[in-house]
């Protein structure tokens, strides 16, 4: 599919204001709702499904290996950026919330999800807001 040359700009301008960002301070808002529209448009065009695959599993690993040997079995796991619920399935735990900004993967998440599991649509902030009693 041809992309146009305004859509080439629009994506240079997103991408360079994208990295600025940690040194130009932007009103937290707009720069939540840009996030959250990347974040869908690449869930529906399948763009975040490399998450998925074999050679991505080393960095779960890590992760997982880090998880067991520092913390009891029946953790209990709060999972910010959980995406579509990948360390969900690689875990063991006694409980498991996970927040994502993005309702895609939150609902992919769901189905996904085994007992003692909740995934929230929220940004961090108001995820461990919503967490912090219940875990």
Same mark, same amino acid.
């Given at each position: &599919?041809? +992309?146009?040359?305004?859509?080439?700009?629009?994506?240079?301008?997103?991408?360079? !204001?994208? $990295?600025?960002?940690?040194?130009?301070?932007?009103?937290?808002? @707009?720069?939540?709702?840009?996030?959250?529209?990347?974040?869908?448009?690449?869930?529906?065009? !399948?763009?975040?499904?490399?998450?998925?695959?074999?050679?991505?599993?080393?960095?779960?690993?890590?992760? =997982?290996?880090? /998880?067991?040997? /520092?913390? @009891?079995?029946?953790?209990? +796991?709060?999972?910010? $950026? /959980? $995406?579509?619920?990948?360390? %969900? %399935?690689?875990?063991?735990? *006694?409980?498991?919330? #996970? =927040?994502? &900004?993005?309702?895609?993967?939150?609902?992919?998440? %769901?189905?996904? !999800?085994?007992? $003692?599991?909740?995934?929230?649509?929220?940004?961090?902030? %108001? #995820?461990?807001?919503?967490?912090?009693? *219940?875990?």
């Amino acid at each position: &599919m041809a +992309v146009s040359a305004f859509e080439n700009i629009k994506r240079f301008f997103i991408r360079l !204001g994208i $990295g600025l960002m940690p040194y130009f301070p932007l009103p937290w808002e @707009p720069y939540r709702k840009a996030l959250v529209r990347d974040s869908e448009k690449r869930y529906a065009s !399948g763009r975040w499904d490399y998450m998925n695959d074999i050679a991505e599993a080393h960095r779960y690993s890590i992760i =997982v290996g880090g /998880c067991e040997y /520092c913390t @009891p079995p029946e953790r209990r +796991v709060l999972d910010v $950026g /959980c $995406g579509d619920g990948i360390l %969900q %399935q690689r875990l063991r735990y *006694s409980g498991y919330v #996970g =927040v994502d &900004m993005n309702a895609a993967a939150i609902s992919r998440a %769901q189905a996904r !999800g085994a007992s $003692g599991a909740t995934s929230v649509v929220a940004d961090a902030a %108001q #995820g461990f807001r919503r967490t912090a009693n *219940s875990m």
